[in-house]
């Protein structure tokens, strides 16, 4: 299983919130796989990744550069599990929300293994042909430690 579904989730599982957790579940699969035209194919032209702490990239020839060298560099390895907070599916729009989504990457110059948790928040859209793509791909390094609400606030 690439994902699961947290206890604490409150959202509806419907065939169609089903069908995008599906999408998301493929990409962790993919990268996995470590197949750029296989992760490239989640994605559309008009798609936006947006990392933590770095500016938004935009489009599709500028994202698979990302890829590129995301698959080059680390490998996912078996047992990341995006772990499914938040889902919701709005006619041509839905989104999935992970928390401490969790697994180990290995660096494939050094061998050594990391093990990341990450938050991300998938928004996905359906193109003319029905099918689910990212619109945009945002995600960071969960933190450790007990959220401060004051500290949300950006002056």
Do not use: C, H
Not at 57 to 77: A, H
Not at 100 to 105: K, M, N, R, Y
Request: proline share 3%; glycine share 6%; hydrophobic share 40%.
């Amino acid at each position: 299983m690439d994902y699961s579904i947290l206890k604490e989730a409150k959202f509806v599982l419907t065939p169609e919130v089903e069908q995008v957790i599906q999408v998301v579940a493929g990409y962790n699969r993919t990268l996995k796989e470590g197949s750029l035209s296989n992760i490239m194919r989640i994605f559309n032209e008009d798609s936006v990744l947006i990392p933590e702490n770095q500016r938004p990239i935009s489009g599709l020839k500028d994202i698979e550069k990302v890829y590129t060298e995301l698959v080059n560099v680390i490998k996912f390895n078996e047992g990341n599990i995006i772990n499914i907070m938040d889902a919701y599916v709005a006619g041509d729009l839905a989104y999935v929300r992970s928390v401490d989504t969790t697994g180990s990457v290995t660096e494939i110059k050094s061998g050594e293994v990391k093990s990341p948790i990450f938050r991300e928040l998938w928004v996905l859209k359906k193109d003319d042909k029905e099918k689910w793509t990212f619109a945009i791909y945002a995600y960071g390094v969960a933190s450790q430690e007990k959220s401060n609400l004051a500290d949300a606030v950006v002056w």
